[in-house]
């Protein structure tokens, strides 16, 4: 089994930080493009930002400049650096990867359970 766990959401301040994590545990062959997604209430999911396995990054417009999105490949891990807050950021954050379990040949989407990120005023 393959799955997604995330850690680090929370309570901050706006024009804080927060550091998110997400680790792809399992019998993973190999893992392609990771990311995150947001879904604050009564909106849709949305993309944050992903990440290939060379390092290329894509953001939406609304974090470019604020987040920043990496990964450690000998950890399985990505991470999203979260820096000047806003309230509108408030939301849960979701993980999502694309990856090769060692039984097929063929990758397949992965989520993880979502962690909140809430901003105050």
């Known amino acids: 089994q393959v799955q997604l766990v995330e850690s680090g959401g929370g309570l901050v301040q706006a024009g804080g930080s927060l550091r998110l994590s997400c680790e792809a545990s399992?019998?993973?062959?190999?893992?392609?493009?990771m990311g995150w997604y947001r879904q604050a209430p009564g909106n849709q999911r949305e993309l944050v930002a992903t990440?290939?396995?060379?390092?290329?990054?894509n953001y939406a417009d609304s974090v470019k400049g604020r987040f920043t999105i990496s990964r450690d490949n000998t950890k399985n891990t990505v991470y999203l650096q979260m820096n000047s807050l806003k309230s509108e950021d408030t939301a849960v954050y979701y993980c999502?990867?694309?990856?090769?379990?060692?039984?097929?040949?063929?990758?397949?989407?992965?989520w993880g359970q979502g962690t909140l990120v809430t901003v105050s005023e």
């Open positions: 399992g019998t993973i062959s190999s893992i392609n493009t």
């Open positions: 990440i290939t396995s060379g390092g290329s990054t």
């Open positions: 999502n990867a694309y990856i090769v379990p060692r039984w097929r040949r063929l990758s397949s989407e992965y």
